[in-house]
């Protein structure tokens, strides 16, 4: 292995993230080969409800995984006889994930004990059992639940009451003066509530009431998306930390080789005792970097399981990525997207009420003040302000919304350029193990002819996985008017 790319991966490792942005944005690693092991792969049989049976709460058992050791596929090879998951607009996928597999010590075990997470289920798995989700759908419900009929009918005989009181209150003779300034003050209290009450009352009929009630449902589920969204990019933040984490332990086990072989040449005299303890340095702070990214690994898995409520033991399997079509990719039309954004958009639904609001309230100031009043000139200020934030929300929108249709394609062109490169490699490495077989490659040249292999199917997963991120901020945006630039794979 060269050793720019052993200095360049140690850079990366110390890099690492704490699961809070999206995972490493390297090009390349991938889980390690399994060239060498196909027969157990014969044993496992495919399964298309694989992931679903995983994850449902009936099962005692599931089928069994790699260990823990083995960094899981990120996604299922590409080829004719793959069978891709689609994933529609609606957001529901075209089949589950097949052939996932679990270690029976990473079996289900209860209740709310999912060791297995498939990304189709991630949404529900994070709204029935994230506390945050449960939180904000209560206050939802708590909405849904209001009667303004019932309410309206309510508050008119509330206001009745204190009507009737206030009278009697009026009627009752006084004493003293003392008397009549406890009288004054119950009545006086009386009013105001009264006149609680009727403005209570008015914002019911003219509706805006039902308005407010209706801008903040559309706060809390606009929250509640947010937190589908920010799962997802730990979900793919998990899957980038993985396929690194296989990358460090191909790197560890090549610089073995070069260690190797650096011992024999220093027992022959050909290098100096510094220049192998430089080499055995180096090992060991890949190894350290290798242990802060296992630690960080089960950071985010915690987070994670918090996150779906499970059990925070930090074992946890995520199921594969689901391919993206061609064809979805094709049906992306700017325009009428963008479009669609714009009305589920909470940001510029909000900006927006505060600009008439700010309106409303520069109307109903110039018909109480004198045209060219400081009350006049402070609120058309205030207007004018509300209309320059409404107008930068929109084009900022904008901006991230093309950002987000760009990637899409940009991804595209690198996956089909990581693929075109993956054949070269795959050629390459044929002919270099021909020639081992006849004896004229050694078995370390050999091997080093695998990694580069595997580098290259890394470039090719990684290229995928960004493609499939950069899809889901462009679904979130158009489908539910979300736009985060955290879940974009750059």
């Known amino acids: 292995m060269k050793k720019q790319w ?26 390690p080969p399994q060239a060498k092991t196909e027969e157990p792969r014969q044993d496992a049989e495919p399964s298309g409800d694989a992931g679903d049976s995983a994850g449902d709460a009936g099962e005692p058992e599931a089928p069994e995984a790699p260990e823990e050791t083995e960094a899981p596929d990120a996604l299922p090879p590409a080829g004719p006889s793959s069978s891709p998951i689609v994933v529609r607009p609606d957001g529901t996928p075209e089949a589950s994930a097949g052939g996932s597999t679990m270690d029976d010590e990473l079996a289900f075990t209860g209740e709310d ?39 309206y009918q309510s508050l008119n005989a509330q206001m009745t009451s204190l009507e009737a009181a206030q009278m009697m209150y009026a009627q009752i003779p006084v004493a003293s003066e003392m008397e009549g300034a406890m009288q004054g003050y119950i009545i006086s209290n009386l009013a105001s509530s009264y006149a609680s009450l009727s403005a209570t009352v008015s914002d019911l009929a003219s509706g805006k009431l039902q308005k407010d009630s209706a801008a903040a449902r559309k706060q809390l589920k606009n929250a509640q998306d947010l937190t589908v969204v920010g799962a997802e990019s730990l979900y793919f933040a998990i899957l980038e930390l993985e396929q690194t984490k296989g990358t460090l332990q191909r790197n560890l086990t090549a610089l073995d080789r070069s260690l190797k072989e650096m011992e024999l040449r220093y027992e022959l005299g050909q290098v100096s005792a510094l220049t192998l303890e430089q080499v055995r340095n180096g090992r060991a702070a890949l190894q350290s970097n290798l242990s802060t990214l296992e630690m960080n690994l089960r950071r985010c898995k915690l987070q994670m399981q918090s996150m779906i409520g499970a059990s925070l033991n930090g074992s946890l399997v995520l199921g594969p990525l689901p391919a993206l079509s061609q064809g979805l990719v094709d049906s ?34 110039r018909e109480s003040y004198a045209q060219n009043t400081y009350n006049v000139r402070s609120a058309r200020h205030t207007y004018e302000a509300a209309l320059y934030e409404y107008k930068m929300a929109e084009q900022s929108f904008e901006m991230n919304f093309r950002n987000a249709f760009d990637s899409v394609k940009d991804y595209q062109q690198v996956l089909n350029s990581a693929q075109t490169s993956l054949a070269f490699q795959e ?58 630039s955290g879940q974009s794979g750059t």
């Open 6 to 31: 052993i200095a360049l991966l140690l850079t990366l490792a110390l890099a690492l993230p704490l699961c809070v942005i999206p995972a490493l944005a390297q090009p390349g690693p991938e889980p």
């Open 427 to 484: 050629s390459t490495y044929a002919s270099m193990e021909l020639k081992y077989r006849q004896g004229n490659l050694s078995r370390n040249a050999l091997l080093d002819a695998e990694d580069e292999l595997t580098e290259a199917k890394d470039a090719v997963e990684t290229a995928r996985r960004n493609l499939f991120t950069a899809y889901r901020t462009y679904y979130w945006a158009v489908n539910y008017g979300v736009m985060s």
């Open 332 to 365: 992306m039309d700017y325009k009428p997207d963008l479009s669609e954004a714009k009305t589920r958009s909470y940001d510029l639904f909000a900006a927006k009420k505060k600009l008439d609001e700010a309106d409303d309230s520069y109307e109903d100031t």
């Open 113 to 151: 004990d999912f060791r297995y997470l498939a990304f189709e289920d991630l949404r529900d798995r994070v709204l029935e059992g994230s506390l945050t989700a449960k939180m904000l759908q209560e206050s939802i419900a708590s909405i849904d639940a209001m009667d303004y009929t019932d309410m």
